[in-house]
């Protein structure tokens, strides 16, 4: 029990530094809405060509 009541008398840390912390919050507002739809657009054509050939090969094997 006392290895428990240790961890609790110390306040929690996070693991990434607030040097860390500050460079993802540039980096995202680098990218920002446009690096955003980029990669929602992105996605979505590869789930599209991924549907379209599951599509064409289910076809092929239906002959």
Do not use: H
């Not at 240790?6 to 912390?21: A, V």
């Not at 929602?40 to 599509?55: D, P």
């Amino acid at each position: 029990m006392k290895s428990l009541e240790k961890t609790q008398d110390k306040p929690l840390e996070c693991p990434i530094s607030d040097s860390g912390r500050n460079k993802f919050k540039l980096w995202f507002k680098r990218v920002g809405l446009v690096g955003f739809f980029f990669f929602l657009f992105k996605g979505l054509i590869w789930l599209v060509v991924f549907y379209g050939g599951i599509e064409y090969i289910k076809e092929f094997w239906a002959k």
